[in-house]
């Protein structure tokens, strides 16, 4: 259902400052062009006085978090922004993310949506079907955000003052059909990628500069389950 302009307010959950950052100076700009009124990011619990900054927190809390989100504001719309690659699959420690382990054997376009229809399920159950579901629009990104950059690896090294690097970029990209797909492996995901060819490179500041250079329509034309978002997000309005 359609809101009205005025109360068109997004607020997006995320596991670090890199994707804190790209919500509020990104994302935000973009929405607000579109004709939202409020688009936050927050970190998820109180991850700045963790001692281990960022990092992707068990499902209870953050669920806890989000329903928290929904009934203490009932105007607000909800959602996540966190990464694939380090999601907590389910298991003894009761952290895990509602369908992480059975996405392990899908298919590629299929991992992440399978994860979001999950994390929908469970929100509806803890809120006995309370129609205050809809508000809540999860995004799982395939497989982190540093993948996204892959969108246009030209303008991806011209953010990072690092044009040398365009070919390696590229060379990158040219193995698979969307960046989306680079995979996570603990040698060969998105960031130990970049981070192999520049131990300088620093998430929060050069992944934003690389996004800003890049464009929010790039990434959507590349990578479908980071368009499928967008798309559920512009539909609020």
């Known amino acids: ?41 927050k970190l998820m619990g109180n991850a700045r006085n963790r001692n281990r900054r960022g990092g992707i927190r068990g499902w209870p809390q953050v669920c806890e978090e989000i329903i928290r989100h929904l009934k203490e504001d009932t105007g607000v719309y909800v959602s996540t922004m966190v990464d694939y690659y380090a999601l907590p699959e389910e298991g003894k420690s009761g952290n895990g993310w509602p369908g ?85 492996s603990p040698e060969t995901h998105p960031s130990k990628r970049i981070t192999d060819l520049m131990p300088e490179y620093q998430k929060p500041i050069h992944g934003n500069f690389a996004a800003i250079e890049i464009g929010l329509t790039t990434f959507m034309k590349e990578c479908p389950g980071f368009y499928h978002w967008i798309e559920r997000i512009e539909s609020i309005i």
């Open 1 to 41: 259902m359609a809101v009205d302009l005025r109360m068109a307010r997004l607020l997006v959950l995320v596991e670090g400052e890199t994707e804190e950052t790209f919500v509020n100076e990104v994302l935000a700009d973009y929405l607000y062009s579109k004709g939202f009124f409020s688009v936050k990011a």
């Open 100 to 184: 992480r382990s059975q996405a392990s054997s899908l298919k590629y376009l299929s991992k992440a949506r399978h994860i979001e229809i999950q994390l929908i399920n469970n929100i509806a159950n803890k809120l006995k079907n309370s129609s205050s579901v809809r508000r809540f629009i999860p995004y799982i990104m395939m497989h982190e955000f540093e993948g996204l950059l892959f969108s246009d690896c030209q303008k991806f090294a011209i953010g990072i003052c690092r044009e040398d690097l365009f070919a390696n970029f590229q060379q990158i990209r040219n193995g698979y059909s969307t960046p989306e797909e680079i995979n996570d």
